[in-house]
């Protein structure tokens, strides 16, 4: 019998060894392929830089989502900030000949774009060429690809060229059947986030605000694509309104491509125009690559650091958004860093609590008392997300930054009618007047709609008291274009909400300026995780069903979910904007 035990505990041993074995192995091949070979890269003459299909552009090293639970994406991120130095250092570059932009479906926001666009065409300035080639071309990427020369389409191939639009979900006749209550308070008429539990269609107001920021981005981009392919203005409004660019020979016909080829025949006649014999090989580099050929270039001295700030801001600790108390520590690093002599704050963030914004810009107007603090915007910077530029000594939006939505709202579900009509029924036993002033099942009561009214009110005060602070405008002033309302890039530079239009590199050297920097280089923060510290979050950072939902749902669809079911997000007063608007 003894033995008998010590074979079963020899084996059970075993297999846990062999288990624990393969887990590492697992790890390690997971580590070792997500490196990629771009570290290797050596830049050949005759090179081509390629924005292709597997280009990743992000904002903020926050926004990389290598995970266990993505280990299957095979796009390569690649930072904003990282693809215009790119860009410009190929410029100069003697083994650079030309750009070649080759993605279909490119993953990037609007002002990303527009930041790339600009580069390449100071880039063109160097007489280098650069092409384009699509097969079935999103309107973004059409957005991009139009700057180059000449624009190659498959013969099979479309451009999906329609201008903007949106589309607003309501959900008050549902929440009517189905027995869901839901109490909302708001300031601002303009304050559109809450509106699909209120109504069955688009307010005045919303309408307004929306027509206006659409019109202004479209207006934007659809007169730089025009006047990059030579198109008449008024004709390329009617190609966008006939949708011409569907059908490949129509896109030919109205400019919208120059010739219909093939890939193999587009690789081909770059190797003529690099003067390359038949067998020899094209050497494309891709961003990621060229980036990486560099990467380990001297660094040391004075620095300009640039604090990444992207996504919905929330209380506690957190990699993947704005988490108050990550952030409150990132700041406080960087005051105490002498080597940094001043911060650029990247914002890209539709808002989230109010609370967690109050910290972070607290802590940034300590930071602003030691070094210069200027901020840049990205495709966002609305509610929350302008609230924590407000310690800033200058601020540089993108014209197409959705920006302002200076508002506050909270939104408190409740499921009595639901509940009662499935026979669920509840009674209170409490201590205080108002101890059980919120219940699920019976909503809030009217002392508590009335408390909430307040602290809602009070945070749009101290909202608006901030920026007439950073702004140096009057409450009232501020009030006539808060509300709620958001404003494109162009529109707030207008109405005074921010200093310039300006791209980052426009802060960083304003930042620099401002220093009295002669000689700096940027860093970043917050830092990149490792491969290996990306893999293992997932099993740290969150409960692993909710990054399995998360991942198959998407994003968006999670953040809705959240908004149900998390009973802290539930709570909070919050500064956010309801809506996202992509060229796509």
Same mark, same amino acid.
């Given at each position: 019998?003894?033995?008998?035990?010590?074979?079963?505990?020899?084996?059970? $041993?075993?297999?846990?060894?062999?288990?624990?074995?393969?887990?590492?192995?697992?790890?390690?091949?997971?580590?070792?392929?997500?490196?990629?070979?771009?570290?290797?890269?050596?830049?050949?003459?005759?090179?081509?830089?390629?924005?292709?299909?597997?280009?990743?552009?992000?904002?903020?090293?926050?926004?990389?989502?290598?995970?266990?639970?993505?280990?299957?994406?095979?796009?390569?991120? $690649?930072?904003?900030?990282?693809?215009?130095?790119?860009?410009?250092?190929?410029?100069?570059?003697?083994?650079?000949?030309?750009?070649?932009?080759?993605?279909?479906?490119?993953?990037?926001?609007?002002?990303?774009?527009?930041?790339?666009? /600009?580069?390449?065409?100071?880039?063109?300035?160097?007489?280098?060429?650069?092409?384009?080639?699509? +097969?079935?071309?999103?309107?973004?990427?059409?957005?991009?690809?139009?700057?180059?020369?000449?624009? &190659?389409?498959?013969?099979?191939?479309?451009?999906?060229?329609?201008?903007?639009?949106?589309?607003?979900?309501?959900?008050?006749?549902?929440?009517?059947?189905?027995?869901?209550?839901?109490?909302?308070?708001?300031?601002?008429?303009?304050?559109?986030?809450?509106?699909?539990?209120?109504? +069955?269609?688009?307010?005045?107001?919303?309408?307004?605000?929306?027509?206006?920021?659409?019109?202004?981005?479209?207006?934007?981009?659809?007169?730089?694509?025009?006047?990059?392919?030579?198109?008449?203005?008024?004709?390329?409004?009617? $190609?966008?309104?006939?949708?011409?660019?569907?059908?490949?020979?129509?896109?030919?016909?109205?400019?919208?491509?120059?010739?219909?080829?093939?890939?193999?025949?587009?690789?081909?006649?770059?190797?003529?125009?690099?003067?390359?014999?038949?067998?020899?090989?094209?050497?494309?580099?891709?961003?990621?690559?060229?980036?990486?050929?560099?990467?380990?270039?001297? @660094?040391?001295?004075?620095?300009?650091?640039?604090? &990444?700030?992207?996504?919905?801001? +929330? +209380?506690?600790?957190? &990699?993947?958004?704005? %988490?108050?108390?990550?952030?409150?520590?990132?700041?406080?690093?960087?005051?105490?860093?002498?080597?940094?002599?001043?911060?650029?704050?990247?914002?890209?963030?539709?808002?989230?609590?109010?609370?967690?914004?109050?910290?972070?810009?607290?802590?940034?107007?300590?930071?602003?008392? @030691?070094?210069?603090?200027?901020?840049?915007?990205?495709?966002?910077?609305?509610?929350?997300?302008?609230?924590?530029?407000?310690?800033?000594?200058?601020? &540089?939006?993108?014209?197409?930054?959705?920006?302002?939505?200076?508002?506050?709202?909270?939104?408190?579900?409740?499921?009595?009618?639901?509940? /009662?009509?499935?026979?669920?029924?509840?009674?209170?036993?409490?201590?205080?007047? /108002?101890?059980?002033?919120?219940?699920?099942?019976?909503?809030?009561?009217? %002392?508590?709609?009335?408390?909430?009214?307040?602290?809602?009110?009070?945070?749009?005060?101290?909202?608006?008291?901030?920026?007439?602070? /950073?702004?140096?405008?009057?409450?009232?002033?501020?009030?006539? $274009?808060?509300?709620?309302?958001?404003?494109?890039?162009?529109?707030?530079?207008?109405?005074?909400?921010?200093?310039?239009?300006?791209?980052?590199?426009?802060?960083?050297?304003?930042?620099?300026?401002?220093?009295?920097?002669?000689?700096?280089?940027?860093?970043?923060?917050?830092?990149?995780?490792?491969?290996?510290?990306?893999?293992?979050?997932?099993?740290?950072?969150?409960?692993?069903?909710?990054?399995?939902?998360?991942?198959?749902?998407?994003?968006?669809?999670?953040?809705?979910?959240?908004?149900?079911?998390?009973?802290?997000?539930?709570?909070?007063?919050?500064?956010?904007?309801?809506?996202?608007?992509?060229?796509?």
């Amino acid at each position: 019998m003894r033995s008998f035990f010590k074979n079963v505990l020899a084996n059970i $041993v075993a297999i846990v060894l062999l288990c624990a074995l393969f887990f590492v192995f697992f790890i390690m091949m997971l580590v070792f392929s997500s490196m990629g070979n771009d570290k290797s890269v050596v830049v050949k003459n005759n090179s081509v830089l390629t924005i292709n299909l597997k280009t990743n552009i992000i904002d903020s090293p926050t926004e990389e989502e290598m995970g266990l639970f993505n280990i299957s994406d095979k796009s390569k991120s $690649v930072m904003l900030y990282d693809v215009l130095e790119a860009i410009k250092k190929a410029k100069t570059d003697d083994h650079i000949k030309g750009i070649s932009i080759e993605a279909d479906d490119l993953h990037a926001g609007i002002t990303q774009i527009d930041d790339i666009r /600009n580069a390449i065409e100071d880039f063109k300035k160097s007489g280098k060429f650069v092409y384009a080639y699509g +097969n079935a071309v999103s309107q973004a990427s059409y957005y991009l690809g139009s700057v180059a020369d000449k624009y &190659y389409l498959n013969p099979s191939g479309m451009i999906e060229l329609k201008g903007l639009a949106t589309e607003v979900t309501f959900f008050k006749d549902f929440a009517d059947k189905y027995g869901i209550g839901l109490e909302v308070i708001r300031h601002g008429k303009f304050k559109s986030a809450v509106e699909p539990f209120l109504r +069955n269609d688009i307010s005045p107001e919303n309408k307004e605000q929306l027509g206006t920021l659409l019109n202004d981005i479209w207006k934007n981009t659809s007169t730089k694509m025009a006047v990059s392919r030579k198109i008449d203005t008024a004709q390329f409004r009617m $190609v966008v309104d006939s949708l011409y660019g569907m059908i490949p020979e129509l896109g030919l016909k109205y400019k919208l491509a120059d010739k219909l080829i093939q890939k193999t025949e587009y690789d081909q006649m770059i190797k003529s125009k690099l003067s390359l014999k038949e067998k020899e090989k094209l050497n494309k580099v891709s961003l990621a690559g060229y980036i990486s050929s560099y990467a380990d270039e001297d @660094k040391s001295g004075e620095k300009v650091a640039v604090l &990444y700030a992207s996504g919905g801001i +929330n +209380n506690g600790d957190g &990699y993947n958004e704005i %988490y108050s108390e990550k952030y409150m520590k990132y700041i406080k690093d960087l005051q105490d860093d002498d080597k940094v002599k001043a911060v650029v704050f990247r914002i890209n963030s539709p808002g989230g609590s109010a609370n967690a914004s109050d910290e972070i810009l607290f802590e940034l107007q300590q930071l602003k008392k @030691k070094k210069p603090l200027v901020v840049s915007f990205g495709d966002y910077a609305a509610s929350g997300g302008y609230y924590i530029a407000m310690a800033a000594d200058k601020i &540089y939006s993108e014209p197409n930054t959705l920006t302002g939505s200076i508002g506050v709202f909270g939104v408190i579900p409740y499921y009595k009618d639901i509940a /009662n009509k499935n026979g669920i029924r509840s009674d209170i036993v409490a201590t205080n007047a /108002n101890s059980q002033y919120y219940s699920p099942l019976n909503g809030v009561t009217p %002392y508590g709609v009335n408390l909430i009214t307040r602290s809602v009110e009070g945070t749009y005060k101290r909202f608006v008291h901030f920026v007439t602070q /950073n702004r140096k405008q009057t409450f009232e002033q501020i009030d006539s $274009v808060g509300g709620g309302r958001v404003w494109s890039g162009i529109r707030a530079k207008e109405v005074g909400l921010v200093d310039e239009l300006g791209t980052l590199n426009d802060a960083v050297k304003f930042a620099a300026q401002k220093a009295g920097l002669k000689s700096y280089h940027v860093s970043s923060y917050p830092k990149r995780m490792s491969p290996f510290e990306q893999i293992f979050k997932d099993l740290n950072e969150e409960d692993i069903s909710a990054r399995i939902i998360k991942n198959k749902i998407g994003k968006a669809n999670y953040e809705i979910l959240q908004q149900i079911t998390d009973e802290k997000l539930q709570s909070e007063v919050k500064m956010e904007m309801p809506y996202q608007v992509k060229i796509n």
